[in-house]
């Protein structure tokens, strides 16, 4: 599955920091994500807090279950390294 899809977002919240991953390409879709305090690295590949899909994608279970996943494995891998700065790239408005 191509990362490049996917784009993480953290937004500072009263309760902490929330994590949301986002596929851009069609079919959009997102998931609010926390870190797995159970898992070994206290990250894991995240526990799915929210999904939210387009309504076209009602009863299409093995394409959520695999859309699902790639962005899970894209979650856990971006909070592996902090990229350096001039190579992350800042979305500004």
């Known amino acids: 599955m191509d990362s490049s899809a996917f784009v993480r ?12 991953v986002v596929h851009a390409h069609d079919p959009q879709f997102s998931l609010e994500l ?12 995240g526990v799915l807090r929210r999904l939210s899909v387009p309504n076209s ?9 695999r859309l699902v996943s790639a962005a899970q494995e894209f ?15 800042r979305w500004v408005r």
């Open 9 to 20: 977002i953290e937004r500072e919240a009263p309760g902490g920091v929330r994590h949301y």
């Open 34 to 45: 926390s870190p797995d305090d159970a898992a070994p690295d206290r990250r894991g590949r």
């Open 57 to 65: 994608w009602a009863g299409d279970y093995t394409r959520y279950a």
């Open 75 to 89: 979650f856990a891998q971006s909070l592996e390294e902090p990229a350096p700065k001039a190579e992350s790239r």
